[in-house]
């Protein structure tokens, strides 16, 4: 479907619209006649246009009226895009006639890439390519807009909106070669836009009795078609763009153009250089490596890929001479640009993305698992990150499952489940399994062959080691390694999960302060301060009042606001008391006109508030606090008695 907001983010994704929208417009006629003569080429042209369908359609309106308004490019020279030879062009292959564009005479020859036949020259020297065949124009087309980014070293790349795209492909300045007007006057990118706006509008509006879901419907994950050179089965559907900058074949040193042997293997680098990330490693091989006699056939990063050697020749990455690191392997660098290495996600993402394609790949071509490293070639420590890091592991299992995704593709069928294995799972061994010392073949020793059907416990992490993936388990014949399979088939079986892990045990509630109960104060206010006071009795203040000592532990029976500790029109202080929250108490004030109050640590800070009595319950008498003694002096009584509770109100907080 035609993809509107691509068209400011990124032109190559503004993606496909429908064969019916094609045929609607090349079948409507226009100003400028009836059904375009592209009409019967509409199904071949749509095919070739792939996931750019909408865009080339919307240029091909503004071009020249989809191949009506021709003046120098005629409907039968098959260039309804108005494409001009490259003359620098690698793939510029085939000798062609350049003909006259109003004799319709050959005047000389030119090299045109290979599926052209010739070109087109008009009186001032501007050349169109021709074609036999419209589809092939649009395959021309979608190679030099997205396909190829080496097209014109590079041209398109920069460029990201719609507008960066055609500023590129019909620069102002230039005189359009149909109408002869300077581009600018053609409002070329106002023409495209406002197609793709109708294409999106009658794609809403199909109302098709029988609706085809589209496959990607739901799917978060785009999906990405590449014909990769060399590659058996079609286009590789990948998660992310693989692009191609296929290496010129005259550049020997780097592209041999050996057959690569079989059986193939698949083998990871990584490009050891923290500076750059895959299109400008791919684009230094495509340039000639700086004259070195290396090469690889992908690069890859955390958000696109590049093909540079067809995956059916020989390229030089190994390190090992004529060896099968070279002469069978299938190769890929991943980039390992610092801001891709130091983040972890982004780190992740890049080795996944190696490792889908390279297992993909490694599938069509039948590679033998596993996946191999640099290392396994020669002695050097590729891919370093992931080898330090401890994730060639996970490379592998993505690797792994990849691989079996797309042989499951090839054949058919939905991808098979893929067996997870936990620490704590039972599995049981359905070949005769070798019980090793550690993980690995070589000097290992073999406690004991496992005979098919032996139970197992695995006991602790997956190791890999000389090519296979390794679980240590517990067994009755003893504690060891078993190796999981080889070649995608599976040795063992999960015959029992882990058991449950246990659920957290519930927190021992804490236990309530064992508070000893209050005795009444309304009777000690009434009638008794004396008696029931703990410190130096009934103080007379310079106002008045009455206070006695307490050190209490209150509890608020409603919402109260406190307020200053001065005795004279106290003001609201701080936020209020809830009902609820305990406070402590140090004296209690015996009010002659108002109600009485208690003063109180305002929220457990060292400063003093007053709330009013009536709004209290009394929890705790302080001196009854167990192992509690009163000193001489009431200052010291203070502290130690406030700090007592202090602890009791922590102890009790929630
Ligand atoms: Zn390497």
Redesign the pocket.
């Known amino acids: 479907m035609t993809n509107l907001s691509a068209v400011t983010s990124d032109y190559r994704r503004i993606g496909r619209t429908t064969l019916d929208v094609w045929t609607h417009y090349l079948s409507e006629p226009s100003a400028n006649g009836g059904a375009s003569p592209l009409l019967p080429h509409a199904t071949a042209m749509w095919t070739e246009a792939g996931e750019h369908s909408a865009l080339c359609l919307a240029q091909m309106k503004l071009e020249n009226d989809f191949a009506r308004t021709g003046i120098i490019i005629q409907p039968e020279d098959g260039n309804p895009l108005s494409l001009r030879p490259w003359i620098e062009d690698p793939r510029a292959v085939r000798t062609g006639d350049v003909i006259d564009w109003k004799t319709r005479k050959r005047v000389r020859t030119l090299k045109v890439p290979p599926y052209a036949v010739g070109a087109v020259i008009a009186s001032d020297g501007g050349m169109f390519l021709r074609f036999d065949d419209p589809a092939m124009c649009v395959r021309e087309w979608r190679r030099r807009i997205a396909d190829d980014p080496g097209y014109k070293h590079g041209v398109y790349l920069p460029a990201k909106s719609l507008r960066d795209f055609l500023n590129i492909y019909a620069p102002p300045g230039d005189t359009h070669p149909v109408t002869g007007l300077p581009n600018e006057n053609t409002k070329y990118y106002e023409v495209v836009t406002t197609m793709l706006e109708r294409f999106a509008a009658m794609e809403a509006d199909d109302t098709s009795p029988d609706p085809q879901p589209d496959p990607q419907e739901g799917n978060d994950m785009p999906t990405y078609r590449t014909v990769i050179p060399g590659l058996p089965g079609g286009p590789l559907e990948t998660s992310f763009p693989v692009k191609l900058m296929i290496v010129p074949a005259w550049r020997t040193n780097n592209r041999p153009g050996i057959k690569a042997r079989t059986p193939r293997l698949s083998v990871q ?2 490009t050891a250089n923290s500076g750059t990330y895959a299109a400008a490693e791919a684009n230094y091989l495509y340039n000639g490596a700086g004259g070195r006699q290396a090469s690889w056939h992908f690069t890859v990063d955390d958000r696109e890929g590049y093909v540079t050697i067809p995956v059916d020749e020989v390229a030089w ?3 090992d001479g004529s060896g099968p690191g070279n002469y069978n392997g299938v190769a890929c ?1 991943l980039a390992v640009h610092r801001d891709i290495v130091n983040n972890p996600t982004r780190r992740a993402q890049s080795q996944k993305n190696a490792a889908e394609l390279m297992g993909k790949v490694g599938a069509r071509l039948n590679a033998t698992p596993p996946a191999r490293q ?1 290392a396994n070639f020669m002695n ?1 420590n ?2 370093a990150q992931m080898r330090n890091r401890g994730e060639s592991n996970r490379y592998v299992d993505w690797w792994h499952h990849f691989y079996q995704m797309e042989k499951a593709a090839m054949d058919g069928k939905p991808a098979p489940e893929q067996p997870v294995f936990y620490i704590g799972d039972t599995i049981k061994a359905l070949v005769p399994l070798n019980l090793r010392q550690r993980a690995g073949t070589g000097n290992v020793p073999v406690i004991a062959t496992l005979p098919v059907g032996t139970q197992a416990v695995i006991n602790g992490p997956f190791e890999w080691k000389d090519g296979y993936g390794w679980l240590p388990v517990e067994t009755s014949y003893g504690n060891g390694f078993v190796a999981m399979g080889e070649n995608g088939v599976l040795w063992i079986e999960k015959v029992k999960d882990r058991p449950a892990p246990q659920p957290e045990p519930e927190p021992e509630p804490e236990p309530e302060p064992q508070y000893v109960p209050a005795r009444p104060i309304p009777a000690l206010l009434e009638t008794d301060l004396k008696k029931y006071d703990t410190a130096e009795g009934i103080t007379t203040d310079d106002l008045g009042q009455d206070f006695i000592f307490v050190a209490d532990v209150i509890e608020f029976t409603k919402d109260t606001v406190a307020a200053q500790f001065a005795v004279k029109n106290p003001k609201p202080v701080k936020a209020p008391y809830h009902a609820g929250d305990r406070a402590i108490a140090a004296w209690l004030v015996k009010s002659q006109d108002t109600d009485s109050w208690w003063y109180v640590l305002a929220g457990g800070d060292d400063e003093w508030v007053r709330v009013p009595y009536a709004n209290t319950k009394r929890v705790s008498d302080a001196p009854l606090l167990p192992g509690q003694e009163w000193g001489e002096s009431e200052e010291a009584d203070v502290s130690d008695v406030i700090n007592a509770l202090k602890d009791v109100l922590d102890d009790s907080a929630q």
Do not use: M, N
């Open positions: 680098h990584e990455q190994a390190g660098e640099h050097k590729c891919p």
